[in-house]
């Protein structure tokens, strides 16, 4: 049986599909990803929290699904809208299809709407709020819900991804290649090694993962830790992870890197980047549509290569805002947005793409190895 299922935008424009994953009904930003692959990667990512994300591809699920690709324990965003999604996956890793996947984790999701002129809707007016059910097939009434949704701006969404304990995590890149992801955290690390503290608004997995690759002990805490708490486990570095929403809102967090700077080494990823700068003192903006994509080029201000990115953001740091002390390293050449700064007083720096992304492209690896320099210890 065909599950009808439809989504309804905040403008009132409403798409009629199938469904392909559970049943129900949710709201959230609307959001469209350029990505190819990484599927798995995208629903699997905690800063996707409260976004229905659209894939611009027009066939998703080719190569299926497994455990081992996982960036968290479960998907995370509110529902998914894809053009086609495959009725055979065809990869010797695949453990299920991804429609399997949706359902096992709840996922509300649709396929065979028109998601080219979802794109250029979102692209020409801005994301917009919306809703996706396969419950509520009523036209008028979806459209109430969407424009009486929250949205993203204002709310903490932090508090809902991050974990709840302090964690040692001791998997690298190298053990999850072997496909041993279950195994994470299970294996000793030297004490010996260069303490990173690891502050999780919603981190990815494969960042830590990073960080063990390059010589490092890391120590996982939740977001809402103090410095303090921080200081106590005498790190030679501080990382501030990617996350999902708005960071002008997280007080505990702007707080928590303002009593560290200048303490010990920073570096933050995404959501990191834009908690330094407000730190610092800089303002961020929501941006128009956000950059989503595992294809976005950045430019090196430093030695004018370019890099491709994997981003995930639909916030930005706002340059004129800018304080004297933060110089911005890289900057996006699609629009011109910052994606990269460094303090020039105290060792500190920050990117808004993700260097880490498994599944590529991997131009940007160089920044672990930045980031363990400036803890001023040599690799190997």
Request: net charge negative.
């Amino acid at each position: 049986m065909v599950q009808p299922a439809k989504l309804a935008l905040e403008d009132g424009t409403v798409y009629i599909g199938t469904s392909i994953g559970a049943d129900g009904e949710v709201d959230g930003e609307v959001c469209f990803n350029t990505s190819m692959t990484g599927y798995q990667e995208i629903l699997t990512d905690p800063s996707y929290r409260g976004q229905i994300v659209t894939m611009t591809y027009p066939q998703i699920g080719n190569y299926g699904v497994n455990e081992a690709d996982s960036e968290s324990g479960h998907p995370h965003l509110a529902g998914f809208v894809v053009r086609e999604h495959s009725r055979i996956e065809s990869n010797f890793r695949s453990e299920s299809s991804l429609a399997e996947y949706l359902k096992k984790w709840g996922v509300v999701a649709i396929e065979s709407i028109d998601t080219r002129a979802l794109v250029r809707r979102i692209r020409s007016q801005g994301a917009m709020r919306g809703v996706l059910s396969t419950t509520d097939l009523n036209d008028a009434s979806l459209v109430a819900k969407a424009q009486a949704s929250p949205g993203l701006v204002g709310r903490d969404l932090v508090r809902e991804v991050m974990p709840s304990q302090p964690t040692d995590w001791s998997e690298s890149v190298s053990d999850w290649t072997h496909l041993n992801a279950k195994s994470a955290g299970s294996s000793s690390t030297p004490n010996d090694l260069p303490h990173v503290v690891a502050l999780d608004y919603g981190m990815k997995w494969n960042i830590p993962r990073h960080l063990v690759d390059q010589g490092c002990r890391v120590t996982v805490l939740p977001g809402t830790s103090t410095a303090a708490e921080v200081l106590a486990l005498n790190p030679d570095g501080v990382f501030l992870s990617n996350g999902p929403g708005d960071p002008e809102p997280l007080d505990y967090a702007i707080g928590t890197i303002q009593d560290l700077l200048g303490k010990q080494p920073i570096f933050g990823i995404c959501l990191g980047h834009q908690l330094l700068s407000l730190a610092c003192g800089a303002k961020t903006f929501k941006m128009k549509f956000g950059h989503r994509g595992a294809n976005q080029p950045v430019h090196h201000l430093g030695n004018g290569s370019v890099e491709i990115t994997s981003q995930n953001h639909g916030f930005a740091v706002d340059e004129a805002s800018l304080p004297s002390d933060l110089e911005v390293t890289h900057r996006s050449l699609n629009d011109g947005t910052i994606e990269g700064v460094r303090h020039l007083g105290v060792a500190a720096f920050s990117v808004q793409y993700h260097p880490e992304a498994s599944a590529g492209p991997h131009d940007s690896h160089y920044l672990f190895q930045q980031f363990f320099d400036s803890m001023g210890v040599t690799a190997g």
